[in-house]
């Protein structure tokens, strides 16, 4: 199970840490897949990071704008969110994938945190 927090409202071009931790299960030995959802879209999957750190894949959408980093000892991943614009709003999500190819959740979704753009 994942809990998502740190979401909030910043303006363009503003930054915020998201946070993903992790219970019932070891992070580090699975992969992890952040997603968005905006309203009235479907989820899109934003980034994903394999297994054991052995690498992590960015959408062009964030590419060079949000980059991850977890704490194993927290079992907790961060996404540091910067230059933030306003079609990054969306209520963000993390989760266990199958793999980063096919992106089937191995869990059920948790609440998500709301990150609002705007000036």
């Known amino acids: 199970q994942f809990v998502e927090s740190g979401g909030g409202y910043v303006q363009p071009g503003g930054s915020l840490r998201l946070s993903c931790a992790a219970s019932?299960?070891?992070?580090?030995?699975?992969?992890i897949a952040w997603f968005r959802q905006a309203p009235g879209e479907d989820r899109e999957k934003i980034l994903c990071?394999?297994?054991?750190?052995?690498?992590?894949n960015y959408e062009d959408s964030v590419k060079g704008r949000f980059a991850i980093s977890r704490d194993n000892a927290k079992n907790t991943e961060y996404l540091q969110m910067n230059s933030l614009k306003p079609e990054d709003t969306a209520i963000y999500y993390c989760?266990?994938?199958?793999?980063?190819?096919?992106?089937?959740?191995?869990?059920?979704w948790g609440q998500g945190t709301q990150v609002t753009v705007s000036s």
């Open positions: 019932g299960f070891t992070m580090e030995y699975y992969n």
């Open positions: 989760a266990a994938v199958s793999s980063c190819t096919t992106l089937i959740p191995l869990d059920s």
């Open positions: 990071s394999t297994s054991r750190g052995r690498g992590t």
